[in-house]
């Protein structure tokens, strides 16, 4: 990072669909410190680990610089006149359908209007879709059967409002942590406010919950649609409301009606006592705000299941008011904004569809579009399939890792390499979609890119850039507008900056509009360039309308102004095939995505830093599997090999992997390429918490932990897994045969010269082996090999690389063992402050701590960004009756 004048913005945070303002300053010695804005009306102020150690992901090791094709730098001319010419040519020859783009959560509402633009008013196909087809689709779904538009009702202050929370399928905890400290600090000036954990894990999110329902994967429906029922039974339905502002009731109850409280309980799983506690809660509190995410809409009956939750507010009148309302929380920093602009391929732009012939008419209009698509394009699955296939025979992919994070995600792989003409715009050099890609092109990064995002509660917040673009990298609606030029399309595609494309994306939603569409930005239709850098968050619609709750009023975008009921209907409980488990999978607290920023932080690796399947104690006795021991995950698409989580917040015949892990991170443990690619009917979106593998306990001949200043070539290795550490990294890994001569093996792996002094200690009896060596007296390579899982520990090894660290002893270091002064902090627990588990242990047992406030007090734990209070509390409960002794 070059020296640079030092400066402070006001931006939003790049992971969570919460938005959060961030005050990013940069110093003149190229440091970034990054702090919470107290004036952003998501955050106030917090930000959760990730958005904390922003500063700590901005190197520019493995940036993307410069185009390349083939694998070789070339011009930005050269680069941008192929990419041209191929699209062109390729329609030319088979048509537009045969060209597509895939999006990204990532990218900003600017870059993605200029994207959807072109393919859908220029190069005359529908086929632009998103990764957030992945995410909330099934939402995007429900929400237009029920209101008629593409609109979340409330905002976050009704959670604090609310007297009864319900997460759906939604570990806030971990993937939406200021949401969740909001909730919480609501929660403790009101403790008799309730929330309800609907999940089959007991995740973190448990903790601030008075009631936790395990429900069986998909049995969501059958939950909502009984409470329809017993909200009619008892007399709670707003049979007002329902008479003016809807339709469908009937048709609804009908089905609901047959769903009694012993048969919601076979359906879902849990306990009838449980599932009536719940109904109870609902019945009695009218300030109820129902949350859900990617466990409602990462399914094949998502839509059904956002449909069923929806109409239980719609019954009660509980929508649109303080404190109520279905609640849909985006995974991405601007799936909404590519909702707004159209980036879902069923969609055309601004909140208008391919199937109203006028609002066809108009964007063409507007767009001065010589090709408008007539239909919609493929959604994300079909669109691979469709490459697979050959029909999509040009691919432009952008910000996005769809080898990694597709269902079937070998197919996926295979697919593009069998592509033509593969365009990838990263900021990463080496990715696993990336390696699949004829032109790479280096896009803009956080800090260095300029435009709008827009959170869960429809708040549009600016990114701003306060980073020089390093290398050749340009921003995305840059790129995109020089390939629309070379293609002909020059006058649509002249924009200077992404202020005047931020005024044509207001200025389309306001067109012909008249309050015929939620989504209207006709009060920022105007802005100059000096009013779009100064702009302050702001939610949509902003015109007439007030904008901080949707339908108070019982207006709805139907064609009646009428919402809508829908008449679901539960599935069959599926049950796994005999010997299968189900696999769910999600993120874990401090790793985004597939890992190309979150990754480069020693600190979020810290806390999680190889990838896992988290097993009930009873299966994993069940199939012998070690303590810290490998198990394969398997099924006909493909096997993953990661380490054992045994704990018991999983339930028994389930099993959890997270996301994140990519062939950059870890030798098998891309977790998709076990999801069968079955999509929710209405909205496409596949089912990626609901697979059946097989899962089998793996004993290597081998365990082996190191710490090396250097990344190493791992290829050849049957298990290893990779983590930042400051420093150098740190690895896991093992072997399924013992290579005997150690010493050669551990040269050859590690690219260690002959005549390098490689200190080892064997011990025979034990078949332990470690290795270390040292430079100028520091430690640059250790090495411990074990038959059973390596003991040492890791935060102490990873330590040494610590320049602040005092050295310890070679004869330290090659045993592997601190001295008594050095005591084991543990694994990471609280990420700001490096405080390990066993410090915390150590805190309740020994000092006496019994609160997470009183660990904070003595440990500073959990004390700054607070995305580890939950697990704070979690050990001090599992040693407090040690404490009490
Ligand atoms: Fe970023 Fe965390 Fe806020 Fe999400 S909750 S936007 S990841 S700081």
């Known amino acids: 990072m070059n020296a640079q004048a030092p400066r402070t913005v006001k931006t939003t945070c790049p992971y969570c669909g919460v938005g959060c303002g961030v005050l990013a300053s940069r110093q003149t010695d190229g440091s970034v410190t990054i702090k919470g804005d107290p004036e952003h009306p998501a955050n106030f102020g917090r930000l959760c680990s990730k958005g904390s150690a922003l500063g700590e992901t901005l190197s520019l090791e493995g940036r993307l610089l410069y185009p390349q094709i083939g694998g070789v730098r070339a011009s930005w001319e050269d680069a941008l006149d192929l990419v041209a010419t191929k699209f062109g040519a390729v329609i030319a020859e088979h048509g537009p359908d045969a060209v597509a783009i895939y999006g990204s959560g990532q990218l900003l509402t600017e870059d993605y209007y200029v994207a959807n633009k072109l393919m859908k008013g220029f190069l005359g196909s529908g086929n632009m879709d998103t990764n957030s087809r992945l995410c909330m689709a099934s939402s995007v779904a429900g929400h237009k059967r029920a209101f008629g538009s593409d609109t979340v009702p409330g905002c976050y202050e009704d959670l604090e409002l609310a007297d009864l929370v319900v997460l759906v399928g939604s570990n806030l905890a971990w993937c939406h942590p200021v949401i969740y400290q909001r909730i919480a600090a609501a929660k403790l000036a009101r403790p008799e406010m309730k929330v309800v954990l609907i999940d089959p894990r007991r995740t973190m999110s448990a903790d601030l919950a008075d009631l936790h329902l395990p429900i069986a994967a998909d049995g969501d429906v059958a939950l909502f649609t009984g409470l329809l029922a017993a909200l009619a039974t008892a007399g709670k339905v707003d049979a007002d409301y329902v008479a003016r502002h809807t339709n469908g009731f009937v048709e609804a109850l009908e089905i609901a009606e047959g769903w009694t409280l012993e048969r919601v309980a076979a359906a879902t799983g849990l306990a009838a006592s449980d599932v009536q506690a719940f109904y109870d809660l609902f019945l009695a509190n009218e300030k109820v705000v129902t949350v859900y995410s990617q466990g ?26 303080a404190g109520m309302g279905p609640f849909s929380v985006t995974g991405q920093p601007n799936a909404m904004g590519g909702r707004e602009v159209g980036g879902l391929a069923n969609m055309l732009a601004a909140h208008m569809d391919f199937g109203d012939a006028a609002a066809r008419d108009r ?34 992919i952008m910000a996005t890792n769809p080898v990694d994070s597709l269902p079937e995600a070998d197919r996926a792989r295979k697919a593009l390499k069998s592509c033509d003409f593969v365009v990838v715009s990263d900021i990463s050099i080496q990715t696993d979609t990336g390696a699949c890609a004829d032109v790479l092109l280096p896009a803009a ?49 002249g924009f200077e900056n992404p202020a005047e494309i931020f005024a044509e994306h207001a200025a389309l939603s306001a067109f012909e509009n008249e309050g015929s569409r939620d989504f209207d930005l006709s009060g920022l239709t105007g802005l100059s360039a000096a009013d779009y850098e100064a702009l302050v968050p702001v939610q949509w619609p902003v015109g007439d309308v007030p904008a901080k709750r949707m339908f108070g009023g019982g207006q709805f975008y139907t064609p009646d102004g009428k ?32 890992m190309t920023r979150t990754g480069k932080a020693a600190r979020l690796s810290a806390h999680m830093a190889e990838p896992f399947a988290e097993l009930h104690p009873d299966d994993a006795a069940r199939l012998k599997v070690a303590p810290a021991g490998l198990v394969r995950l398997e099924n006909d698409l493909g096997a993953v090999l990661v380490r054992a989580l045994v704990t018991d917040r999983q339930q028994r015949g389930h099993v959890f992997v997270p996301m994140h892990w990519t062939d950059q991170f870890a030798a098998n443990a891309r977790v998709d390429a076990l999801v069968t690619a079955r999509t929710d009917p209405h909205s496409g979106q596949p089912a990626l918490k609901m697979a059946e593998v097989r899962v089998r306990a793996v004993k290597p001949a081998w365990y082996g932990f190191a710490i090396a200043r250097q990344r190493p070539e791992l290829s050849g290795l049957d298990y290893w897994a990779l983590a930042e550490a400051h420093g150098g990294v740190r690895l896991e890994l093992t072997g399924m045969d013992d290579p005997g001569d150690w010493e050669a093996f551990v040269r050859q792996v590690f690219d260690i010269a002959d005549d390098a002094a490689l200190l080892s200690v064997h011990d025979s009896r034990s078949g332990r082996h470690n290795f270390a060596l040292f430079e100028n007296g520091e430690v640059v390579f250790a090495l411990f090999v074990s038959p059973e899982p390596v003991a040492v520990s890791r935060q102490w090894a990873v330590s040494q690389f610590a320049e602040d660290h005092p050295p310890a002893t070679r004869a330290a270091i090659l045993a592997g063992r601190p001295g008594a002064d050095m005591p084991d902090v543990g694994a990471i627990v609280c990420s700001c402050f490096s405080v390990g588990v066993n410090s915390i242990a150590a805190a309740v047992t020994e000092g006496g701590c019994l609160s997470v406030e009183q660990v904070g007090a003595a440990l500073k734990a959990g004390t700054n960004c607070g995305s580890c209070r939950s697990e704070i509390k979690g050990i001090i409960d599992a040693h407090r009756l040690e404490a009490a002794e």
């Not at 809409?297 to 069923?308: E, L, M, R």
Request: one cysteine or more; a positive charge; glycine letters at 10%.
């Open 563 to 594: 919402a809508r009921f829908v008449a679901v209907t539960p599935p069959e409980p599926r049950r796994p095939k005999p010997g299968h488990f189900i696999l769910n999978t999600g993120r874990v607290r401090d790793h985004w995505h597939t």
């Open 363 to 396: 964007v063409a209009r507007f767009w001065q579009a010589p090709r408008l698509a007539d239909k919609p394009g493929l959604k994300a699955v079909e669109l691979f399939e469709a490459i697979e296939a050959g029909r999509i025979k040009a691919v432009w």
């Open 296 to 321: 409602v809409n990462q399914s094949a009956t998502g839509t059904d299941k956002v449909n069923a939750i929806i109409n239980c507010h719609l019954a009660t009148g509980r929508i649109g008011r």
């Open 445 to 493: 990064g956080w800090g260095e890119k300029d435009g709008t995002v827009t959170n869960s509660e429809r708040r549009i917040s600016r990114q701003r850039a306060y980073l020089d673009l390093p290398g050749a990298a340009k921003p995305d609606w840059w790129i995109t507008c020089e390939v629309a030029k070379r293609m002909g399309f020059g006058a649509g595609f």
